[in-house]
Protein backbone atom coordinates (compact mmCIF):
# COMPACT_ATOMS: atom_id res chain seq x y z
CA UNK A 1 0.00 0.00 0.00
CA UNK A 2 3.07 2.08 1.15
CA UNK A 3 4.45 1.79 -2.61
CA UNK A 4 1.45 2.53 -4.53
CA UNK A 5 1.39 5.68 -2.62
CA UNK A 6 4.71 6.45 -3.08
CA UNK A 7 4.34 5.80 -6.82
CA UNK A 8 1.12 7.71 -7.13
CA UNK A 9 2.97 10.69 -5.10
CA UNK A 10 5.84 10.48 -7.48
CA UNK A 11 3.56 10.35 -10.77
CA UNK A 12 1.51 13.47 -9.76
CA UNK A 13 5.02 15.51 -9.01
CA UNK A 14 6.11 14.52 -12.75
CA UNK A 15 2.70 15.46 -14.49
CA UNK A 16 3.27 18.70 -12.34
CA UNK A 17 6.45 19.20 -13.12
CA UNK A 18 5.58 18.54 -16.85
CA UNK A 19 2.97 20.81 -16.96
CA UNK A 20 4.89 23.83 -15.09
CA UNK A 21 7.24 23.14 -17.79
CA UNK A 22 4.83 23.36 -20.61
CA UNK A 23 2.89 26.34 -19.35
CA UNK A 24 6.61 28.07 -18.34
CA UNK A 25 8.40 27.72 -22.19
CA UNK A 26 4.90 28.52 -23.67
CA UNK A 27 5.13 32.18 -21.89
CA UNK A 28 8.96 32.42 -22.77
CA UNK A 29 7.76 32.02 -26.38
CA UNK A 30 5.16 34.23 -26.04
CA UNK A 31 6.94 36.80 -24.15
CA UNK A 32 10.03 36.20 -27.14
CA UNK A 33 7.47 37.00 -30.04
CA UNK A 34 6.07 39.95 -28.36
CA UNK A 35 9.65 41.54 -27.55
CA UNK A 36 10.70 40.79 -31.07
CA UNK A 37 7.72 42.21 -32.62
CA UNK A 38 7.93 45.55 -30.10
CA UNK A 39 11.82 45.91 -31.83
CA UNK A 40 10.45 45.50 -35.17
CA UNK A 41 7.87 48.10 -34.42
CA UNK A 42 9.97 50.78 -32.35
CA UNK A 43 12.80 50.71 -36.28
CA UNK A 44 9.60 50.76 -38.17
CA UNK A 45 8.01 53.94 -36.20
CA UNK A 46 11.78 55.86 -35.97
CA UNK A 47 12.44 59.22 -37.47
CA UNK A 48 15.57 57.57 -37.72
CA UNK A 49 14.89 54.69 -40.31
CA UNK A 50 15.30 55.33 -43.40
CA UNK A 51 13.91 54.06 -47.07
CA UNK A 52 15.07 53.38 -50.27
CA UNK A 53 15.22 56.72 -51.82
CA UNK A 54 17.16 58.09 -48.76
CA UNK A 55 20.00 55.54 -48.86
CA UNK A 56 19.97 56.06 -52.81
CA UNK A 57 20.29 60.10 -52.46
CA UNK A 58 22.77 59.61 -49.40
CA UNK A 59 25.27 57.21 -51.68
CA UNK A 60 24.63 59.23 -54.79
CA UNK A 61 25.45 62.97 -52.76
CA UNK A 62 28.80 61.40 -50.94
CA UNK A 63 30.10 59.82 -54.20
CA UNK A 64 29.10 63.04 -56.57
CA UNK A 65 29.82 65.72 -54.42
CA UNK A 66 32.31 64.54 -52.02
CA UNK A 67 34.29 61.10 -53.67
CA UNK A 68 36.42 63.44 -56.55
CA UNK A 69 37.40 66.08 -53.97
CA UNK A 70 38.41 63.77 -51.46
CA UNK A 71 40.64 62.28 -54.18
CA UNK A 72 42.12 65.56 -55.75
CA UNK A 73 43.08 66.25 -51.71
CA UNK A 74 44.42 62.49 -51.07
CA UNK A 75 46.69 62.21 -54.27
CA UNK A 76 49.01 64.92 -53.89
CA UNK A 77 48.89 65.57 -49.71
CA UNK A 78 50.68 66.79 -46.81
CA UNK A 79 49.99 67.08 -42.95
CA UNK A 80 50.97 68.85 -40.17
CA UNK A 81 54.09 67.20 -39.55
CA UNK A 82 55.59 67.90 -43.02
CA UNK A 83 54.73 64.31 -44.46
CA UNK A 84 54.01 64.39 -47.83
CA UNK A 85 52.57 61.65 -50.24
CA UNK A 86 51.99 62.02 -54.00
CA UNK A 87 49.81 58.88 -55.25
CA UNK A 88 47.71 58.50 -58.22
CA UNK A 89 44.29 56.31 -58.49
CA UNK A 90 43.47 57.21 -54.64
CA UNK A 91 40.65 55.18 -53.55
CA UNK A 92 38.41 57.24 -50.66
CA UNK A 93 37.02 55.98 -47.65
CA UNK A 94 33.76 54.67 -48.78
CA UNK A 95 32.82 52.66 -45.01
CA UNK A 96 33.76 52.39 -42.02
CA UNK A 97 33.55 48.61 -40.77
CA UNK A 98 32.98 47.80 -37.03
CA UNK A 99 32.00 44.21 -36.69
CA UNK A 100 29.20 43.06 -34.30
CA UNK A 101 31.30 41.39 -32.32
CA UNK A 102 33.57 44.43 -31.58
CA UNK A 103 30.29 46.92 -31.20
CA UNK A 104 29.04 44.76 -28.35
CA UNK A 105 32.16 44.81 -26.48
CA UNK A 106 32.31 48.96 -26.53
CA UNK A 107 28.60 48.84 -25.33
CA UNK A 108 29.93 46.23 -22.56
CA UNK A 109 32.70 48.19 -21.88
CA UNK A 110 30.34 51.87 -21.48
CA UNK A 111 27.78 49.85 -19.50
CA UNK A 112 31.07 49.05 -16.66
CA UNK A 113 31.77 52.76 -17.04
CA UNK A 114 28.17 53.91 -16.34
CA UNK A 115 28.54 51.09 -13.27
CA UNK A 116 31.85 53.13 -12.28
CA UNK A 117 30.02 56.72 -12.37
CA UNK A 118 27.03 56.48 -11.35
CA UNK A 119 26.42 60.18 -12.52
CA UNK A 120 25.85 61.77 -15.30
CA UNK A 121 23.95 59.52 -17.47
CA UNK A 122 25.93 57.94 -20.67
CA UNK A 123 23.57 59.55 -22.74
CA UNK A 124 24.92 58.04 -26.25
CA UNK A 125 27.95 57.51 -28.55
CA UNK A 126 29.74 60.20 -30.88
CA UNK A 127 31.05 59.09 -34.18
CA UNK A 128 32.98 61.56 -35.55
CA UNK A 129 35.51 61.83 -38.52
CA UNK A 130 38.95 61.83 -38.42
CA UNK A 131 41.85 61.05 -40.67
CA UNK A 132 45.27 59.23 -40.14
CA UNK A 133 48.34 60.71 -40.22
CA UNK A 134 49.96 60.89 -43.64
CA UNK A 135 53.01 57.90 -42.13
CA UNK A 136 50.02 55.38 -41.11
CA UNK A 137 51.35 51.75 -41.62
CA UNK A 138 48.97 48.76 -40.94
CA UNK A 139 51.17 46.33 -42.04
CA UNK A 140 52.04 45.13 -38.80
CA UNK A 141 48.04 44.90 -37.36
CA UNK A 142 47.30 41.76 -35.70
CA UNK A 143 43.87 40.88 -34.81
CA UNK A 144 42.58 39.39 -31.51
CA UNK A 145 39.85 37.27 -33.00
CA UNK A 146 39.27 35.67 -36.35
CA UNK A 147 38.88 37.10 -39.33
CA UNK A 148 34.56 37.05 -38.81
CA UNK A 149 34.63 38.95 -35.50
CA UNK A 150 37.52 41.19 -36.43
CA UNK A 151 39.49 41.58 -39.83
CA UNK A 152 42.40 43.45 -40.35
CA UNK A 153 43.00 46.58 -42.29
CA UNK A 154 44.43 45.68 -45.43
CA UNK A 155 46.24 48.58 -48.05
CA UNK A 156 46.83 51.91 -47.96
CA UNK A 157 45.85 54.11 -44.68
CA UNK A 158 48.04 56.77 -45.06
CA UNK A 159 45.87 59.96 -44.67
CA UNK A 160 42.66 57.74 -44.87
CA UNK A 161 39.34 59.49 -44.08
CA UNK A 162 38.15 57.41 -40.36
CA UNK A 163 35.62 57.32 -38.00
CA UNK A 164 35.71 56.97 -34.00
CA UNK A 165 33.44 56.62 -31.15
CA UNK A 166 33.17 58.40 -27.94
CA UNK A 167 30.45 58.33 -25.80
CA UNK A 168 28.50 61.39 -24.07
CA UNK A 169 27.04 62.84 -21.43
CA UNK A 170 23.99 65.23 -21.54
CA UNK A 171 24.88 68.24 -19.66
CA UNK A 172 20.65 69.84 -19.45
CA UNK A 173 22.41 73.33 -18.21
CA UNK A 174 24.03 74.16 -21.36
CA UNK A 175 22.27 77.32 -23.21
CA UNK A 176 22.05 75.30 -26.56
CA UNK A 177 20.29 76.30 -29.64
CA UNK A 178 19.51 72.72 -30.04
CA UNK A 179 19.54 69.97 -27.84
CA UNK A 180 21.55 67.82 -29.34
CA UNK A 181 24.73 70.30 -28.34
CA UNK A 182 23.76 69.24 -24.73
CA UNK A 183 24.91 65.29 -25.47
CA UNK A 184 28.71 65.96 -24.80
CA UNK A 185 31.40 63.86 -26.02
CA UNK A 186 34.34 63.21 -22.89
CA UNK A 187 37.36 61.37 -21.59
CA UNK A 188 37.71 60.86 -17.87
CA UNK A 189 39.34 63.13 -15.70
CA UNK A 190 40.18 60.67 -12.65
CA UNK A 191 41.74 61.01 -9.51
CA UNK A 192 43.18 57.69 -8.04
CA UNK A 193 45.65 55.87 -10.39
CA UNK A 194 44.14 52.61 -9.31
CA UNK A 195 41.03 53.37 -11.29
CA UNK A 196 41.09 55.13 -14.12
CA UNK A 197 37.93 54.80 -15.43
CA UNK A 198 36.41 56.45 -12.20
CA UNK A 199 36.38 60.15 -12.03
CA UNK A 200 34.51 63.04 -13.70
CA UNK A 201 33.34 63.02 -17.21
CA UNK A 202 35.03 66.23 -18.82
CA UNK A 203 34.47 67.58 -22.74
CA UNK A 204 36.93 65.57 -25.22
CA UNK A 205 36.97 68.27 -27.57
CA UNK A 206 37.01 71.21 -25.67
CA UNK A 207 40.35 69.51 -23.95
CA UNK A 208 41.80 68.87 -27.30
CA UNK A 209 41.01 72.41 -28.52
CA UNK A 210 39.70 75.22 -26.15
CA UNK A 211 38.83 77.21 -29.02
CA UNK A 212 36.59 75.30 -30.84
CA UNK A 213 34.57 74.32 -27.89
CA UNK A 214 30.94 74.70 -27.43
CA UNK A 215 30.39 76.16 -24.37
CA UNK A 216 26.37 77.58 -25.30
CA UNK A 217 27.56 81.00 -24.80
CA UNK A 218 30.19 83.12 -26.81
CA UNK A 219 31.86 79.92 -28.47
CA UNK A 220 30.72 76.79 -31.08
CA UNK A 221 31.95 73.55 -31.53
CA UNK A 222 33.29 73.10 -34.93
CA UNK A 223 33.50 70.06 -36.74
CA UNK A 224 36.46 70.99 -39.17
CA UNK A 225 39.24 70.26 -36.48
CA UNK A 226 38.06 66.75 -36.15
CA UNK A 227 40.79 65.41 -38.70
CA UNK A 228 43.42 66.97 -37.26
CA UNK A 229 43.20 65.05 -33.80
CA UNK A 230 46.13 64.06 -32.25
CA UNK A 231 45.04 61.71 -29.42
CA UNK A 232 48.58 60.81 -28.32
CA UNK A 233 49.03 64.54 -27.55
CA UNK A 234 46.48 65.06 -25.91
CA UNK A 235 47.04 62.53 -22.90
CA UNK A 236 48.53 63.50 -19.31
CA UNK A 237 48.78 61.87 -16.18
CA UNK A 238 44.93 62.43 -15.13
CA UNK A 239 43.32 61.74 -18.60
CA UNK A 240 42.20 58.88 -19.59
CA UNK A 241 40.49 58.72 -23.30
CA UNK A 242 37.34 56.51 -23.72
CA UNK A 243 37.25 56.47 -27.49
CA UNK A 244 37.35 53.70 -30.18
CA UNK A 245 38.74 53.47 -33.24
CA UNK A 246 39.36 49.97 -34.63
CA UNK A 247 37.64 50.26 -37.67
CA UNK A 248 38.35 48.50 -40.74
CA UNK A 249 37.95 50.97 -43.07
CA UNK A 250 36.54 50.09 -46.71
CA UNK A 251 38.03 51.80 -49.94
CA UNK A 252 36.78 50.26 -53.24
CA UNK A 253 38.51 47.48 -54.59
CA UNK A 254 40.97 48.53 -57.47
CA UNK A 255 39.58 47.88 -60.71
CA UNK A 256 41.61 44.56 -62.40
CA UNK A 257 43.74 45.39 -64.73
CA UNK A 258 42.79 43.82 -68.43
CA UNK A 259 43.95 40.03 -68.42
CA UNK A 260 44.26 39.75 -64.83
CA UNK A 261 41.73 37.52 -63.08
Not at 21 to 42: M, P, R, T
Not at 175 to 187: L, S, T
Not at 188 to 216: A, H, M, Q, R, V
Request: with cysteine; glycine share 4%.
Amino acid sequence: MKIKSILWLQSLVIIVLILYILFYCGNINSSSELDDQAVIAKIENSKHTINENDVRSLYENYQDRFIPRLVEIQEDATDRKGVSVQRNGYLPTEYSLVTLDNLKSYIAFLDVLQKKNKEPKISGIAISFGAYDLDKDVEGDKSEGSKFEDPLRKGDYRGRLTTYFTPTYYDNNIAAEVDAQRHIPFYIDYDDESDKYKGEYKSLFCYLNPDSCFTGKEKRYDASILPSINFNSALNDNVEIVSFNEFTDMPPKKPKKPGNQ
